[in-house]
């Protein structure tokens, strides 16, 4: 597609539910980043993708979080037994290079509209 | 671990006015450098970057930013807002090597009154 698309854009759960976003990257792209945007802050990183290889989740903040993709294109990011501080802006951004490249390959990533989640 | 500031939180302009938005980061390695806008109800979208070279950058829209490597900062500038330009302005870094995550600032509301 053109662009990153994130469905759906707005998500209410009760607390202890399980939820699943998802994110389509744009066709070809490599790398897939998750982020997560707090009310009045800027997004701060969860967890990155190349190919199908999760090479880093150390910005997940529990156990309760688990992100996925699988085929190495679309991708989910699971959330289990959501819980109020959970509440946020989930942002999916993707590059066409992976980040093991050299210097000389530094490209932009293109994000999603995101997922509002709002915990009740 | 690389952080970015940006100090000012919420900035109020008439139109026409010139506008300097903030950027600060700590890192101890070379880094890649861009301003993201996010318009309200819209996506994040890349205004400008810096990877090397010219340290004075040109985006989209008029803006401009300047890459000032001793003062670790890549300060945003418009010489004339517009009112169309009331967002959401956001600095991030990433590391020109290894891990490329973006580290973001906590964003800059300008709102341009007509």
């Known amino acids: 597609g053109a662009g990153v698309s994130q469905s759906p854009r707005y998500k209410v759960a009760k607390r202890g539910q399980d939820v699943a976003l998802r994110c389509d990257p744009i066709?070809?792209?490599?790398?897939l980043f998750w982020y997560q945007q707090a009310l009045g802050q800027g997004p701060e990183f969860l967890t990155y993708f190349q190919n199908e290889a999760q090479l880093d989740k150390s910005g997940l903040p529990s156990d309760r979080f688990f992100a996925e993709r699988p085929e190495g294109s679309v991708s989910t990011l699971k959330i289990q037994r959501t819980q109020q501080e959970d509440s946020a802006v989930y942002l999916c951004a993707s590059n066409r290079m992976s980040w093991d490249r050299g210097p000389i390959m530094n490209t932009e990533a293109f994000f999603g509209q995101g997922t509002r989640l709002t915990v009740v | 671990a690389q952080s970015v500031s940006q100090h000012n939180h919420h900035v109020i302009l008439s139109e026409a006015a010139s506008l300097e938005l903030g950027c600060n980061y700590s890192?101890?390695?070379?880094?890649?450098l861009f301003w993201y806008v996010q318009y309200p109800g819209q996506h994040l979208q890349l205004l400008l970057k810096y990877f090397s070279g010219d340290p004075l950058v040109k985006g989209i829209k008029g803006f401009e930013a300047e890459f000032i490597k001793s003062k670790f900062s890549f300060n945003l500038r418009k010489p004339s807002v517009q009112w169309s330009d009331t967002a959401e302005y956001f600095c991030a870094v990433n590391a020109r090597e290894g891990r490329r995550a973006l580290t973001f600032g906590s964003g800059t509301r300008l709102q341009v009154q007509p």
């Open positions: 890192y101890g390695g070379t880094v890649n």
């Open positions: 066709s070809g792209h490599v790398s």
